[in-house]
């Protein structure tokens, strides 16, 4: 049986309900798009452990094999065989960690393929090690909802309790990363965003209680390290690490430095990480120091400042959420492009008036107004350029002009906004 076979039937009813209401063109990509991970990213390997690669690089972030089956989560607890599929997902991502906690991506196999040539060198299990605090987030979050869906403890084994530990352990490690840090990052011959400057220390930090990130979900290198969605993301998995290290692990300490620690982070952020913008008032910055610099954007990828409810930070409807994102929706974010098709955030990781198909499904699963969420899903479906799929950067003048024509993350968040609009219908 095919992997994607396990969602057939959910497939074919939810594209049945999109047909019944003439959205024949959304069917379509659902239709594709839903089962494309299970259908062309995934594999089971030996130690019956799944391998869940992005698409057209065949190497498995931390980051994206989650995002990859996060549309899957609300269909495992009945059924078992998708239910194991994830099951073995998040025990080769707590396989990875133990390898190295500073990875972002990692080869199938003991192989040493990947960015060989990076100092210092990693090994061999590792494709690339650019150190993100979200791809340790994404570890734990995907876990965490899991386990709320399913009931499943199984997957909380000793191998488990010691990779949240070390997890927790390496924030702890960069909240005083010029200190205690023993992370460093060169990458030569290349452009600027793709290494760590300073001696591959990055950008002199203070001490604030937020954990430090080299890069950022889009795998480019932080500016300033104190990366707020990120940080806020820790917060949000960590406080839900709490319970299970308590109740389920028996794990006292490790629950008590993980509330500590999302304590600490979040107080950081409040004092060093949202500002009284004079025309938007309090809202949140994309990264800083600590010492009164600041980076005022927003990036398309997940965890963003637009994504902060769809990470399970905070309601739609908080007030200083809101004010910043009446900013990233606006001009006065760099990264928000207007053309004569699309209009939506993009990212610095991809050309100049490029819109992600991720940046509109996220302002679609994050509206509070239904008919925002419908504009969202327009865009998307008339812009996929005759393909049937998702893209990464998409020209805001000319859709048929796009990066990635495979990239299984932007597929499933793209139908995870589908699943959401036939909720709330």
Same mark, same amino acid.
């Given at each position: 049986?095919?992997?994607?076979?396990?969602?057939?039937?959910?497939? *074919?009813?939810? %594209?049945?309900?999109?047909?019944?209401?003439g959205k024949d063109k959304l069917a379509l990509l659902f239709k594709n %798009?839903?089962?494309?991970?299970?259908?062309?990213?995934?594999?089971? !390997?030996? =130690?019956?452990?799944?391998?869940?690669?992005?698409?057209?690089?065949? @190497?498995?972030?931390?980051? =994206?094999?989650s995002a990859q089956v996060h549309q899957y989560l609300p269909f495992c607890a009945e059924n078992q065989p998708l239910s194991d599929l994830i099951a073995g997902l998040i025990r080769r991502q707590v396989f990875y960690v133990l390898k190295d906690p500073y990875a972002n991506a990692y080869n199938p196999e003991e192989n040493g393929a990947g960015?060989?040539?990076?100092?210092?060198?990693?090994?061999?299990?590792?494709? *690339?090690?650019?150190? *993100?605090?979200?791809?340790? %987030? #994404?570890?734990?979050?995907?876990?965490?909802?899991?386990?709320?869906?399913?009931?499943?403890?199984?997957?909380? =084994?000793?191998? #488990?309790?010691? @990779? /949240?530990?070390?997890?927790?352990d390496t924030f702890v490690s960069e909240q005083h990363h010029g200190l205690s840090s023993p992370y460093r990052f060169f990458r030569d011959n290349t452009v600027y965003h793709d290494t760590i400057h300073n001696n591959g220390l990055?950008?002199? +930090?203070?001490?604030?209680?937020?954990?430090?990130?080299?890069?950022?979900?889009?795998?480019?290198?932080?500016? #300033?390290?104190?990366?707020?969605?990120?940080?806020?993301? /820790?917060?949000?998995?960590?406080?839900?690490?709490v319970p299970i290290a308590e109740t389920v692990l028996n794990d006292a300490a490790l629950a008590a430095k993980a509330g500590r620690l999302a304590d600490e982070i979040e107080?950081?952020?409040?004092?060093?990480?949202? +500002?009284?913008?004079?025309?938007?008032?309090?809202?949140? /910055?994309?990264?800083?120091?600590? !010492?009164?610099?600041? +980076?005022?954007?927003?990036?398309?990828?997940?965890?963003?400042?637009?994504?902060?409810p769809y990470i399970g930070y905070c /309601?739609?409807?908080?007030?200083?959420? $809101?004010?910043?994102?009446?900013?990233? $929706?606006?001009e006065d974010n760099p990264y928000y492009f207007k053309g004569k098709k699309l209009a939506g955030l993009g990212s610095p990781h991809t050309p100049e008036g490029y819109v992600w198909h991720i940046g509109l499904t996220l302002q679609g699963l994050t509206a509070t107004d239904p008919a925002e969420r419908e504009r969202m899903l327009s865009m998307l479906e008339s812009s996929d350029a005759g393909t049937g799929y998702m893209h990464e950067g998409v020209n805001a003048d000319d859709p048929t002009q796009y990066t990635r024509e495979w990239f299984a993350w932007s597929n499933s968040i793209f139908s995870e906004l589908v699943l959401r609009s036939l909720e709330n219908e």
């Open positions: 049986m095919r992997y994607q076979d396990y969602l057939l039937p959910v497939t *074919e009813a939810i %594209c049945d309900k999109l047909r019944a209401k %798009c839903f089962p494309n991970t299970l259908a062309t990213t995934t594999r089971v !390997m030996e =130690d019956g452990t799944t391998y869940v690669f992005t698409g057209d690089i065949p @190497a498995m972030w931390l980051r =994206d094999s960015h060989t040539t990076d100092r210092p060198l990693q090994g061999k299990w590792v494709f *690339e090690r650019k150190y *993100e605090v979200d791809s340790l %987030c #994404y570890v734990l979050q995907l876990s965490e909802l899991f386990y709320e869906k399913t009931g499943r403890t199984d997957i909380f =084994d000793e191998e #488990y309790r010691l @990779a /949240a530990n070390l997890i927790v990055g950008a002199p +930090v203070s001490y604030t209680g937020m954990t430090w990130s080299g890069f950022r979900p889009s795998d480019d290198a932080c500016t #300033y390290g104190y990366l707020i969605p990120s940080n806020l993301f /820790a917060v949000t998995v960590l406080r839900k690490l107080d950081g952020v409040k004092k060093y990480g949202i +500002v009284d913008h004079p025309k938007y008032g309090k809202m949140y /910055a994309y990264e800083t120091d600590g !010492m009164g610099n600041y +980076v005022f954007m927003d990036d398309a990828n997940v965890p963003s400042l637009i994504a902060l /309601a739609p409807d908080d007030e200083i959420y $809101l004010n910043t994102r009446r900013f990233l $929706l606006s």
